[in-house]
Structure formats: C-alpha cells, structure tokens
C-alpha cells in the first residue's frame, strides 16, 4: 500500500514540474486542521513528508494562521506549536489579519508563483483550492499523507496550454528569462533607476551674485581731477572772451 502511495505521488509530482515548475525544495503551506489532524495520528511530519514526496520539503505557515490558532484557544494548543515550529511566510494581510483559508488562498493567487503547496483538512478551503490551477493539493486520510491528484481544472488548463490557447506562468517566467540573459528586455532594476531620475536643481554658479567692478581709488581720484581742470578751463575761457568783446 505505501508503494502505490509514493508511485500516485511521484506521478502526480512529475506532473506538476513538467507543467508548473514546482521543484525541491517543496514548499508546503499548512493550516491549523492540517497540523491538529497530524497531532491527533501521531504523524512527524518533519521526517514523513520528505520521505513521501522523496525530496527535501519545507512546511511554511503564515501569521494569519498562527494567530487564528491563538484565538481558537486551549483545544487547538498542539496544533500552534506544530505550526510555530513552521517557517512564516509573508503574506498580504499584514495590518488587519483574516483567517487561516483566506490567507492561503491570497497565498496561491495569480498563478501559484512561489510554487506552493495546500496542505488542509478544510473541504471548502479544498474545494477552492481545486479550481485554481496549477496549486498541489495534500490532506490526510486514515492516518496517512495524500497528495490529491491534479484537479480536472488544473488538467483542463494544462490541455489549453498544449494547445496553444493559453501561456502558462512557468513559460511566462522562462520566457522573460531568456529575454534578459539576451538583452532583450531591461531588468526591473535597470528601469527603476531610469525612472529615478534626481530632480536637477539650478546651477550652484548661475545663483551666484555678479561681482560689482571695484573701481581704483587712485583711478576714480585722477578722473575726478580731471573733470574739475576741465570745468576751471571752461570757465577761464569764457571769462577772457568776455573781457576781449568788452575792449572791443
């Protein structure tokens, strides 16, 4: 029975790398129904879910889970610290937080890009989970981990993407890729620091005030002597004609 079990996942994981990109390490986002199901059968999911998926795994959480387990209160004190022990991860809800399958379900949008993994006891949360595609979906039946075969949308999308009506996320990303590695497209960096342009203030040298012209003293004394001989002249001559028309 576990053979078929680990043959179903390694089917079901293949299709997700061929398709979505997921890869080692798996990234597995778990609630607070996933952990309390896991205390109540006993399951180490530190040591089962490598073995299972047969790859390095991470069980990641986020703080919109941790504190709805907080506010469940006493019953659900397992399942918060199997769940603290979990790297969180960053989610949208940072100022008013909402609950646990909202939250992971933010965590999934636009095309699962982080490549996560659900892992929930929750059937609605599942429910809605399966009409995303391209989102591994994991629960736990009788004691043991399942990962869910890929829900008939994920199938669906996977056909249009073959042929040719749709462009996956993963072909997305691969071909932007190959775009900057060959120059075609600027990197977001490159086009942050051209948007950034410093706003040019004026030039330092053009504010500065225009030098008045210091005039020699010595210069400024000769020029003023010399307009005074030139009024003395004028009047020393008019003086003397008068005098001349007078004898005449």
Same mark, same amino acid.
């Given at each position: ?65 941790? $504190? ?11 399942? $918060?610290?199997?769940? @603290?022990?979990? @790297? ?34 929750? @059937? ?52 932007? @890729? ?31 005030? $225009? ?38």
């Amino acid at each position: 029975m576990k053979i078929t079990r680990q043959k179903h996942a390694k089917k079901h994981l293949g299709f997700f790398r061929n398709n979505f990109g997921v890869r080692e390490p798996y990234q597995i986002l778990l609630d607070g129904t996933f952990c309390q199901a896991a205390l109540r059968g006993r399951i180490q999911l530190r040591e089962q879910l490598p073995r299972y998926l047969m790859g390095e795994t991470q069980l990641c959480t986020t703080r919109c889970v941790l $504190k709805e387990l907080e506010t469940l209160g006493k019953d659900l004190y397992g399942a $918060k610290l199997i769940a @603290q022990k979990c @790297q969180v991860r960053n989610c949208p809800h940072f100022k008013n937080a909402v609950s646990g399958s909202e939250c992971l379900l933010a965590m999934v949008e636009e095309g699962n890009p982080h490549h996560y993994f659900v892992a929930t006891q929750d @059937q609605n949360l599942s429910m809605k989970v399966k009409k995303k595609p391209g989102v591994p979906l994991m629960f736990i039946i009788q004691n043991t981990i399942v990962l869910d075969k890929p829900s008939p949308k994920t199938v669906a999308f996977v056909k249009a993407v073959e042929s040719g009506q749709l462009v996956s996320v993963h072909e997305k990303q691969s071909i932007k @890729q190959l775009k900057e590695e060959q120059g075609l497209v600027k990197n977001q960096e490159q086009r942050r620091r051209k948007k950034r342009k410093k706003i040019s203030g004026p030039n330092p040298l053009s504010c500065l005030k $225009k030098k008045k012209k210091t005039q020699d003293p010595e210069s400024s004394a000769s020029g003023k002597k010399r307009k005074r001989k030139r009024i003395r002249n004028r009047s020393t001559s008019k003086v003397l004609s008068e005098k001349q028309n007078n004898n005449e």
